[in-house]
């Protein structure tokens, strides 16, 4: 069987979608105890590491997971970005130093696994003026990888949800010439939310104060804050009445025959607001979990608002399917 590491694990998303692929998940590094405490609970088998993926990256890797070098199959994961204090001067490595993506490229360097993942915000294409994400093309390929990017949206690939990942791969240079890998193809049909809201599991969930209530009352499905009388909607706006910009996301009440907007960390804060369709109240978490497509069976641990960074935070599990199946057949296995 295939063998993956995670760095960044979070609750599992993405994790889940490589187990399902067929991988097996032989270490999963992750810094939060609530999320390190959701891997253990659903996933008993899975080594979850619960530490600074510094502390880790300082180690001899290959006697750490009793690997040889070049053995792993994947290393996925999806590091924090930030502005590179070298970026684009092609140092290598030293361009990440100070980074979170630096251990992930350090986990690169020493394991030499045969493909990697690197998943992350549509954004970072941009951040720093492109700097950061070229700096990261520029280490991936001293370490000795052929990559490729791609945007991918969640949506395509049986999630009901506008999500957009940027998603990198990259595969050893001494295999480029027999492994080819390929972006999953879209999916034909597209889930809307009344596809993946149907006898959802109750759970904990947020609630909004009688005013905003009141206000969403007032927003027919598929509505925002433009939807209001107008005197309604300047004193909820306030500076930002006259601004440019749509800004749907505020006041947003979604449709049943409509793909949730991102599922976000905050499900209650200005710009965050994705009302329930005929109730007057944010998603539950199980609710964000089904859009975010993890099964039923999979709890969460922590504070109710932990829960809801866990599955903000989280690849959509469908969408983490698609691509580590596209890499699973692009090995021949």
Known sequence: MLKSIELFAGAGGLALGIERAG?????????????ADTLKLNRPYWNVINDDIANISSLDLEKYFSLN???????????????????????GLEDARGTLFYHYAVFLQKLQPKI???????????????KTFQTMLDVFTNCGYIVQKKILNAWDYGNA?????????GVRKDLSYKIKIDFPPPHKYKPVLKDVLKDVPPSIGAEYSPYKKSLFELIPPGGYWRDLPEELAKAYMKSCWGMAGGRTGILRQMSFDEPSLAVLTSPTQKQTERCHPTESR?????ENARIQSFPDDWQFCGSMYSQYRQVGNAVPVNLAFDIAAQIKKSCGR
Do not use: M
């Open 282 to 286: 944010p998603f539950t978490v199980r």
């Open 116 to 130: 990697f993942l690197f998943e992350n915000v549509r954004g970072l294409l941009t951040h720093n003026g492109g």
């Open 23 to 35: 991988f097996e998940t032989i270490a999963l590094i992750e810094i939060d105890k609530d999320s």
């Open 69 to 91: 070098l070049g053995e792993l199959d994947l290393l996925s994961g999806g590091a924090p970005c930030q502005s590179f204090s070298y970026a684009g001067k092609r140092l």
């Open 161 to 169: 949800q506008k999500r957009e990942r940027l998603i990198t791969l």
